[in-house]
């Protein structure tokens, strides 16, 4: 999908298109925006599985968590070896028993309708992700294990957990456009702020039964520096690491997260 405008003769690659090529499915509210009134069509965020996917399809994935979830969304529909549910939301971590404080009450709403789905419908997998540091909130890694328990006891059998992703001082699409039109001299990699108070938390739920953690930084970074090209191609969108369609093909090719052993 297209992201790519002109400076003149120069290309500029335009944010907006680069987003909106992660394929963030916003119909039926499968990703929703921040709004007032949370509703969610079940049916139309249901995904059959996709033609030629490893498995007999009989796998269930539900998906939920932020924007950083969603950017795993349309490579799980590809990729995933079953029918794929979404509910991701808007800066709304999915995390059970917990008020969120950017947006207590929507949130609150999303993650009981999350809850209840988990508890309506059988699920085999679910992916939960979310930037942590949002509200840099010791609480909230308190939940996040809670969730995760809540989830494995609701008879789940793997939990994909998005760990950590590296935080740039600086827009990677900034930084290329700068480099076209100025010809500043190229950086290959940025250096990273990552929240290392996560890490105790996150170690200890990739130790239970069943639960992967993907750290992003750990399959792409090396050295406290991340490089946020690969072969012409941007990996990362913006300052925050949200990741572009090629960083999470990437990202899922080292980690080959679909291979994890099940939990008893």
């Keep these: 999908g297209g992201g790519t405008q002109r400076f ?3 290309p500029i690659i335009d944010y907006d298109s680069v987003v909106a090529d992660i394929g963030r499915d916003a119909a039926g509210g499968c990703f929703q925006p921040a709004s007032r009134n949370a509703s969610w069509n079940a049916a139309a ?10 498995g007999d399809g009989s796998s269930r994935l539900f998906l939920i968590g932020d924007s950083f979830a969603a950017q795993f969304s349309s490579w799980l529909k590809l990729n995933f070896p079953g029918t794929v549910v979404e509910l991701t939301s808007s ?9 969120h404080e950017v947006r207590p009450r929507w949130c609150t709403a999303i993650n009981a309708m999350r809850e209840e789905a988990l508890h309506t419908q059988h699920f085999t997998d679910v992916f939960l992700g979310a930037w942590w ?5 010791p609480e909230t890694m308190r939940a996040l294990e809670r969730t995760v328990h809540r989830i494995l006891d609701s008879g789940v059998s793997r939990v994909t957990v998005l760990g950590t992703a590296p935080h740039f001082r600086d827009s990677p ?4 456009n700068r480099q076209r039109v100025f010809g500043r001299s190229v950086v290959e990699a940025l250096p990273t702020d990552v ?3 996560y890490r105790g938390t996150l170690d200890r739920i990739s130790r239970l039964n069943g639960v992967r953690v993907l750290n992003v930084d750990d399959w792409v970074c090396r050295g406290g ?3 946020y090209m690969l072969n012409g191609e941007l990996l990362f969108v913006d300052g925050a690491a949200h990741l572009t369609r090629a960083g999470v093909r990437y990202v899922m090719a080292q980690a080959d997260w679909i291979n994890v052993e099940p939990a008893n």
């Design 8 to 10: 003149g003769r120069i």
């Design 45 to 54: 965020c249901t995904y059959a599985p996709a033609a030629g996917a490893p």
């Design 91 to 99: 800066a709304c971590p999915p995390l059970f028993d917990f008020v």
């Design 133 to 137: 540091g949002q509200t840099q909130n």
């Design 173 to 176: 699409v900034d930084i290329v």
């Design 195 to 197: 929240y290392a108070e």
């Design 225 to 227: 520096a991340c490089p």
